[in-house]
């Protein structure tokens, strides 16, 4: 029922829209009988939009009856896997309500976090998703070339979240999560010893929200095409640039209004390979393994990578190079240029990545604005697109950093 009501509320509005602009086009005023028509139209949405209130309203209050919240079936990842980037943008630029899944999709969201978009929300796993971007509409509309064969361009690696982060999402207020401090101490006394008393300590790790955001234009006729790869061309060019602020600010961070990520993060271990051998990687293994840290892997640049891959263990014939088939150590070793240099030095970093916590407070949230006067002259449209976020390390001592690798 409520997706009749929202059909209906579009077909309104297109037809309200037609009516203006044929006197607009015809530089007149509107007649009485279109005055009378759009008036009409009006007060039908007016009502239309008080039906699919109460609709909502009822279904939401069945759901909450039900004791089955959309968290807990699949319908949610459903409606999450059929939201349309294009729809959202289309929507935002012909100046109508979403409907279908889109729509859904937004108020559903809403619902749980009690926060309204500023557009609409749109899942975060857009940012997961493999980019292909171009920057002219007129090299990918669908004419005689191969749209499913464009040309992607190379990106930086986004590695971060496929390593393991922990990711706490639906949050509303700031987060304060208990952590351990120190310890009971034992130790042995003679017969009617005393023992010395000591007391656990506690302390926390703070979460608070943090916002990145990407400004674009984008051209009617990019918008209004309907190809799948269009579609799929729109989402990755408005997640990448979220998502490589994001990936940025997890691995260094610590920027003007940035979240704090591991590089600078108070209370890393640290290391030295200034002179880069099997003892300096073995010292930072045992750094981890002191620390009762289980280390799953290292992360380090293409510079710095190289020369893993080109360094050998010892002088010994035969021996093995430092990195061999992406692993060091028995452990995987990921290059990314994401990863920056330590003013000329590269950098890198041994640890366990689920002890990096990123909490999420709001989805991806695209809003659409036709009317900013420079793109309205062009007859394109301004999108924008957000999230608010932030970073913690559960354990700092799980990461040993070395950033005094010569690359050059």
Same mark, same amino acid.
């Given at each position: 029922?409520?997706?009749?009501?929202?059909?209906?509320?579009?077909?309104?509005?297109?037809?309200?829209?037609?009516?203006?602009?044929?006197?607009?086009?015809?530089?007149?005023?509107?007649?009485?009988?279109?005055?009378?028509?759009?008036?009409?139209?009006?007060?039908?949405?007016?009502?239309?939009?008080?039906?699919?209130?109460?609709?909502?309203?009822?279904?939401?209050?069945?759901?909450?009856?039900?004791?089955?919240?959309?968290?807990?079936?699949?319908?949610?990842?459903?409606?999450?896997?059929?939201?349309?980037?294009?729809?959202?943008?289309?929507?935002?630029?012909?100046?109508?309500?979403?409907?279908?899944?889109?729509?859904?999709?937004?108020?559903?969201?809403?619902?749980?976090?009690?926060?309204?978009?500023?557009?609409?929300?749109?899942?975060?796993?857009?940012?997961?998703?493999?980019?292909?971007?171009?920057?002219?509409?007129?090299?990918?509309?669908?004419?005689?070339?191969?749209?499913?064969?464009?040309?992607?361009?190379?990106?930086?690696?986004?590695?971060?979240?496929?390593?393991?982060?922990?990711?706490?999402?639906?949050?509303?207020?700031?987060?304060?999560?208990?952590?351990?401090?120190?310890?009971?101490?034992?130790?042995?006394?003679?017969?009617?010893?005393?023992?010395?008393?000591?007391?656990?300590?506690?302390?926390?790790?703070?979460?608070?929200?943090?916002?990145?955001?990407?400004?674009?234009?984008?051209?009617?006729?990019?918008?209004?095409? &309907?190809?799948? !790869? $269009?579609?799929?061309?729109?989402? %990755?060019?408005? /997640?990448? +640039?979220?998502?490589?602020? #994001?990936?940025? @600010?997890?691995?260094?961070?610590?920027?003007?209004?940035?979240?704090?990520?591991?590089?600078?993060?108070?209370?890393?271990?640290?290391?030295?390979?200034?002179?880069?051998?099997?003892?300096?990687?073995?010292?930072?293994?045992?750094?981890?393994?002191?620390?009762?840290?289980?280390?799953?892997?290292?992360?380090?640049?293409?510079?710095?990578?190289?020369?893993?891959?080109?360094?050998?263990?010892?002088?010994?014939?035969?021996?093995?190079?430092?990195?061999?088939?992406?692993?060091?150590?028995?452990?995987?070793?990921?290059?990314?240029?994401?990863?920056?240099?330590?003013?000329?030095?590269?950098?890198?970093?041994?640890?366990?990545?689920?002890?990096?916590?990123?909490?999420?407070? &709001?989805?991806? !949230? $695209?809003?659409?604005?036709?009317? %900013?006067?420079? /793109?309205? +002259?062009?007859?394109?449209? #301004?999108?924008? @697109?957000?999230?608010?976020?932030?970073?913690?390390?559960?354990?700092?001592?799980?990461?040993?950093?070395?950033?005094?690798?010569?690359?050059?």
């Amino acid at each position: 029922m409520i997706h009749e009501l929202k059909e209906q509320r579009a077909l309104a509005v297109t037809e309200m829209r037609g009516i203006v602009e044929k006197a607009q086009a015809e530089k007149r005023n509107l007649s009485a009988d279109e005055t009378a028509r759009f008036e009409g139209l009006k007060s039908k949405i007016t009502e239309l939009e008080a039906n699919e209130s109460r609709a909502s309203f009822l279904a939401d209050a069945e759901r909450r009856m039900s004791g089955t919240p959309v968290d807990g079936d699949k319908s949610f990842n459903a409606l999450e896997s059929n939201v349309s980037l294009m729809s959202v943008i289309r929507a935002g630029m012909e100046g109508r309500a979403l409907s279908g899944a889109e729509a859904e999709y937004s108020k559903e969201v809403e619902r749980r976090t009690g926060r309204k978009a500023g557009g609409a929300f749109v899942p975060l796993s857009a940012l997961e998703k493999r980019v292909n971007t171009t920057s002219t509409a007129g090299q990918i509309v669908p004419v005689d070339h191969r749209a499913d064969q464009f040309i992607e361009p190379f990106r930086n690696k986004l590695l971060m979240r496929a390593m393991g982060v922990r990711v706490l999402s639906g949050l509303q207020g700031d987060v304060s999560i208990p952590a351990y401090g120190t310890g009971v101490s034992s130790g042995w006394v003679a017969e009617n010893g005393a023992l010395t008393a000591s007391d656990q300590t506690f302390g926390s790790k703070t979460l608070s929200p943090k916002h990145v955001g990407a400004l674009s234009e984008m051209s009617r006729q990019l918008i209004q095409q &309907s190809s799948p !790869d $269009i579609e799929q061309l729109l989402r %990755d060019d408005m /997640a990448f +640039a979220l998502a490589a602020a #994001l990936d940025s @600010a997890l691995i260094k961070g610590g920027g003007t209004n940035e979240p704090t990520g591991i590089i600078p993060t108070v209370g890393i271990q640290t290391s030295s390979l200034a002179t880069l051998d099997w003892a300096g990687i073995a010292s930072m293994l045992e750094k981890s393994e002191l620390a009762n840290s289980t280390a799953g892997a290292w992360l380090t640049s293409p510079g710095v990578m190289k020369k893993l891959r080109v360094t050998l263990k010892s002088a010994t014939a035969g021996a093995a190079y430092l990195s061999e088939n992406g692993r060091m150590a028995d452990l995987p070793v990921h290059s990314t240029k994401q990863v920056p240099l330590a003013t000329t030095n590269g950098q890198l970093i041994l640890g366990d990545f689920s002890q990096v916590l990123l909490g999420i407070w &709001s989805e991806l !949230d $695209i809003l659409v604005n036709p009317f %900013d006067s420079t /793109a309205y +002259a062009r007859g394109g449209v #301004l999108v924008r @697109a957000m999230a608010t976020c932030d970073i913690a390390l559960r354990h700092p001592e799980a990461f040993v950093l070395a950033n005094d690798i010569v690359v050059s």
